[in-house]
């Protein structure tokens, strides 16, 4: 079974300032998917960046950006010139290709003005 | 917009009550993923239909069932509902092509259900 850990449950950063939120996993397959999830207080599940495990580059959109260390089974994502509208629950994700998705419990990311 | 939709957007019942769910995904997309995310469980994986057939189960209990028509929107019912089925009830989708799941999942709004 695939389990996935954030082990930081809350984080503050200032607005424009860069923040990055840990996540670990842990899986014995070789073909998978990461992904993080934002959850604003509309509670919507939103996509903010996907990483495939053989690709070695790190997946970029704008100012999201992840740190991939697949020997280390870590997966950070680096908020840059953090926004207001950043204020979310930030859920890091794992699938094994053709199956579902295993969340971690999330961390609450606050960006104060 | 995801483009997946869900109805209702909040459902009141009570306990013992059976309500139904409903997700379109979106245009295209084969493969429909229910899940349930509440307080102390999180974000949990129910259950996956591809083109109308049950392909994968997560943890979904005995009295929770679903389907998958042939116009590709998918139904979660809930029967002999307790409180602790009070929850966020997510429907996602993703592009199946040639019997694979695709890399991402859309997710709907969610149906927040309340049983008193």
């Known amino acids: 079974a695939q389990t996935v850990t954030q082990s930081q449950p809350e984080m503050s950063v200032q607005e424009a300032e860069t923040v990055t939120l840990s996540c670990t996993y842990d899986?014995?397959?070789?073909?998978?998917?990461l992904f993080w999830y934002k959850q604003p207080p509309s509670r919507q599940m939103i996509l903010v960046i996907r990483q495939e495990a053989y690709k070695q580059q790190n997946a970029t959109e704008n100012r999201f950006s992840v740190n991939f260390q697949k020997a280390a089974k870590s997966f950070s994502l680096k908020i840059s010139d953090s926004q207001l509208g950043d204020t979310a629950m930030y859920f890091c994700a794992f699938m094994a290709s053709g199956y579902a998705l295993n969340f971690g419990k999330g961390t609450s990311l606050l960006v104060t003005p | 917009d995801s483009g997946v939709t869900q109805t209702p957007k909040h459902l009141i019942t009570a306990t013992g009550q059976r309500v139904t769910l409903r997700c379109s995904p979106r245009s295209g997309d084969l493969s429909v993923y229910w899940y349930q995310q509440s307080l102390d469980q999180g974000l949990q994986f129910l259950i996956q239909?591809?083109?109308?057939?049950?392909?994968a189960k997560g943890n979904i209990l005995e009295r929770f069932s679903a389907q998958q028509f042939p116009d590709l929107h998918s139904e979660l019912n809930l029967s002999s509902l307790e409180l602790g089925d009070s929850a966020l009830y997510f429907c996602?989708?993703?592009?199946?092509?040639?019997?694979?799941?695709?890399?991402?999942?859309?997710f709907g709004p969610g149906t927040r259900l309340t049983v008193l």
């Open positions: 239909y591809y083109n109308g057939e049950e392909r």
């Open positions: 899986t014995s397959e070789n073909n998978y998917y």
């Open positions: 996602a989708s993703s592009v199946d092509s040639w019997g694979r799941s695709t890399d991402t999942q859309y």
